[in-house]
Nanobody, 126 residues
Framework: VQLQASGGGLVQAGGSLRLSCAAS????????MGWFRQAPGKEREFVAA???????????YYADSVKGRFTISGDNAKNTMYLQMNSLKPEDTAVYYC?????????????????WGQGTLVTVSS
């Protein structure tokens, strides 16, 4: 599985961005998919996760810091995962990574994810 994250950029506080994570190699179906972020000098942290197969979404889960502002979703046909980010804050500034876990388990655990995209930078100015 290869993951390609895109959609980052510079936005003012209160603005929105949509990140995309396109997969090649095999369908996302049944995988645990996640978004993580890493700010300068900090450890990589969980943002949001989803798992789906066909028309069934098994779970969506969010970090408390983004709940109500970010929405994670997936598109079977395009084999792509999205992260819609609204009401962005300067503290959301980070490199955002998408990740895939073939055997969903530790939803928020970095080490549980086997495949990672290259990261896309999100910068929120105040």
């Amino acid at each position: 599985v290869q993951l390609q994250a895109s959609g980052g950029g510079l936005v003012q506080a209160g603005g929105s961005l949509r990140l995309s994570c396109a997969a090649s190699g095999r369908p996302f179906s049944g995988y645990g998919m996640g978004w993580f972020r890493q700010a300068p000098g900090k450890e990589r942290e969980f943002v949001a996760a989803i798992s789906w197969s066909g028309g069934t979404t098994y779970y969506r889960y969010y970090a408390d810091s983004v709940k109500g502002r970010f929405t994670i979703s997936g598109d079977n046909a395009k084999n792509t995962m999205y992260l819609q980010m609204n009401s962005l804050k300067p503290e959301d500034t980070a490199v955002y990574y998408c990740a895939a876990d073939p055997s969903p388990g530790g939803i928020i655990v970095v080490a549980d994810y086997d495949y990672w995209g290259q990261g896309t930078l999100v910068t929120v100015s105040s």
